[in-house]
């Protein structure tokens, strides 16, 4: 990215509803088109954005090449393109590079754009949006199989159905939903046979189809993980709390729970 200063911040900032995040600065818009794409295709170039640019970063120009190219029907991704030119935050080569990674998208299954999406929200921590997206992928999936005429096609459609049941149960559980992850395993493995989902159900609750080796490699796996987990400050919180008189205790865990439920909701 080019080390350029911001030249001007917004007095209001524009909502990313996706990310959930705010934007208060041309550096920042041009951070999250580069390097989310997917979450500013569908809707994000629009009247409330252009609006913001013009009165918020003060540049009546981009707002207006902007409304001009909608006006023409310009589609999403060459208005992203525009707000990078002429943004100039990006040099030639990584516009160059940001069109390549877009037209790669556009060659992609609906499906796959929709799972892509929810991953990268996963990433970002939006795990309720996340689960949503990847359930909406599976629904596209699922179309997409019913129009499949090849053996061997659906056969691949299967297995990538059965991975995103698994990556569906891995959201359950940061979400604390034990129950709701492990009928995602099984959803997983009713779709296509999948490893993955019975090293996931034994690391649960102890069952699965494994080999004694494979369980005894994943209870070496989780007895490191609980080991490092006990060096961490969540743990020792919990530890100094429980070393406390039994009145200081409910207080003190009472606040310890609300502030876990806040940093959960701002996941959402």
């Excluded at 990556?167 to 999948?194: G, Q």
Aim: hydrophobic residues 35%; glycine residues 2%.
């Amino acid at each position: 990215m080019s080390v350029l200063l911001c030249r001007q911040k917004a007095e209001r900032p524009f909502r990313h509803d996706k990310l959930n995040i705010n934007l208060w600065s041309e550096q920042e818009l041009c951070y999250v088109i580069y390097h989310y794409p997917l979450l500013c295709l569908e809707s994000f170039a629009a009247e409330p954005l252009f609006s913001w640019i013009e009165r918020e970063l003060q540049r009546k120009d981009l707002a207006e090449h902007l409304r001009q190219n909608r006006r023409d029907g310009e589609s999403a991704e060459n208005q992203l393109l525009t707000i990078l030119q002429e943004c100039t935050y990006y040099d030639v080569n990584e516009v160059r590079a940001f069109s390549e990674r877009i037209q790669d998208l556009k060659r992609r299954s609906p499906y796959e754009i929709i799972y892509m999406e929810g991953r990268i929200l996963y990433e970002a921590g939006k795990y309720h949006l996340a689960y949503e997206k990847m359930e909406d992928s599976i629904k596209e999936l699922d179309q997409e199989f019913r129009r499949s005429r090849e053996d061997k096609q659906m056969d691949v459609l299967l297995h990538k159905k059965a991975d995103i049941y698994c990556d569906l149960a891995v959201i359950a559980l940061k979400m604390f939903d034990d129950k709701r992850a492990l009928e995602l395993l099984t959803s997983s493995r009713m779709s296509a046979p999948n490893i993955r989902a019975e090293r996931m159900q034994y690391l649960i609750n102890g069952s699965g189809e494994l080999s004694d080796a494979e369980k005894q490699e994943l209870d070496d796996e989780k007895s490191a993980a609980l080991a490092a987990a006990r060096e961490s400050d969540a743990y020792r919180e919990v530890e100094e709390l429980f070393e406390k008189d039994k009145l200081r205790i409910f207080k003190d865990a009472a606040q310890m729970v609300k502030q876990w439920k806040n940093l959960y909701r701002s996941m959402l």
